[in-house]
């Protein structure tokens, strides 16, 4: 059983940051597209950003400018960078893992850690 290991969130101001972290297994991190997804109250789980095992990046609109995903593979960790934290980002954070075979997807999810933004 893959497990994925989420930190870092917690209560921010308006304008703070946060770091995340998200670590898991070797072969994982080595071969699989990792990605941030986030869930506020009463909504649907959102898509933030995701990085290729090769490094590249890609952001949801809403983060796009203030947030960056980034990686380390031989730490098998994976961060996702907040900074100008708004109220409306508040949600739990879940970290993902996919990998897409021809006719099929192999795909992990963490158990999420909460980031509340308010003063």
């Known amino acids: 059983q893959v497990q994925l290991m989420e930190s870092g969130g917690g209560l921010v101001q308006p304008g703070g940051s946060l770091r995340l972290s998200c670590a898991g297994p070797t072969h994982i991190f080595r071969s699989y597209v990792i990605g941030w997804y986030r869930q506020g109250p009463g909504k649907l789980r959102d898509w933030v950003a995701s990085i290729t095992s090769g490094g590249l990046t890609d952001y949801a609109d809403s983060v796009k400018g203030r947030f960056t995903i980034s990686r380390n593979n031989a730490n098998r960790t994976v961060y996702l960078q907040m900074n100008s934290l708004r109220p409306e980002d508040t949600a739990v954070y879940y970290c993902?893992?996919?990998?897409?075979?021809?006719?099929?997807?192999?795909?992990?999810w963490g158990k999420g850690t909460l980031v509340t933004v308010s003063s």
């Open positions: 993902n893992a996919k990998f897409l075979f021809p006719s099929d997807v192999d795909e992990y």
